[in-house]
């Protein structure tokens, strides 16, 4: 159940009907993997937090870097050379001590992956890299975890949720394949802080949506934002058949 503290500090969601005390249950009783505490992860994990969601699986074994602060709101000057999970660590602490927070300090291999992602009920991929990418999405859907997948670049950003549970949605793999081989990192291309800020927030209310239980996630669908222009642009997406990831799955 809910106590007296959490009843009033979530009360601003649970006036929401969509939310209720039900859904406030719900998230305090899920637990998320957030892949990467960058740009995109910042936002995610703070907001995660902050709406009560009762684990935070946390993923990663980069540092604080000085070129890091002008978009990864979750880390401080102070927190320079640090290692970004404890940075991130004492920041959600700080924000909601009641959140479990669960650390994975070392890059994760195949074996450590699968096990993280079958852990939990959402997977939000917040990383820069298409290996990375390729491989959440694989082990969710080999888990049929919800996989919540950001990217952002220069002025341009994208989202959509992948989830292997409904036979209609589309993977990672289906839409992107192998990717692009010299695809573009935000130190090569650079990238404006606010934008992996709206795309993090996004991810964030994705999540809360599928764990939760309300609203229409974006399963099917690829979310384009335009930052130059301030437009977003929706693209239908359709699951491949023949996809060498997702295809077999509803035939298991």
Do not use: W
């Not at 070392?106 to 390729?134: H, I, K, M, Y």
């Amino acid at each position: 159940m809910l106590d007296d503290d959490e009843l009033l500090r979530y009360s601003r969601q649970i006036l929401l009907a969509q939310v209720d005390i039900d859904g406030q249950l719900r998230l305090k009783q899920s637990r998320a993997l957030i892949v990467g505490l960058g740009g995109l992860g910042s936002p995610v994990a703070l907001y995660l937090a902050a709406a009560g969601v009762g684990e935070l699986h946390l993923a990663d074994f980069d540092t604080v870097d000085l070129t890091n602060l002008q978009r990864q709101i979750i880390h401080e000057q102070s927190q320079v050379g640090a290692a970004k999970i404890d940075s991130a660590g004492i920041r959600l602490n700080a924000i909601n001590p009641l959140v479990k927070l669960v650390k994975h300090r070392r890059a994760l291999d195949e074996d450590s992956l699968a096990a993280a992602v079958a852990a939990v009920d959402v997977v939000l991929d917040c990383s820069d890299n298409f290996t990375t990418r390729a491989a959440v999405n694989a082990a969710c859907v080999a888990a049929r975890v919800p996989l919540v997948s950001g990217a952002a670049i220069r002025l341009e950003g994208q989202l959509s949720v992948f989830d292997p549970r409904r036979a209609d949605s589309p993977c990672y793999h289906c839409l992107f394949g192998h990717g692009d081989e010299a695809e573009l990192t935000c130190s090569e291309a650079g990238v404006i802080g606010p934008l992996v800020g709206l795309v993090g927030s996004l991810q964030a209310l994705e999540a809360l949506k599928l764990l939760a239980g309300f609203g229409e996630p974006l399963v099917g669908r690829l979310l384009l934002v335009d930052a130059l222009g301030s437009r977003f642009r929706e693209l239908r997406v359709r699951r491949d058949p023949a996809c060498s990831v997702c295809g077999q799955r509803h035939e298991v």
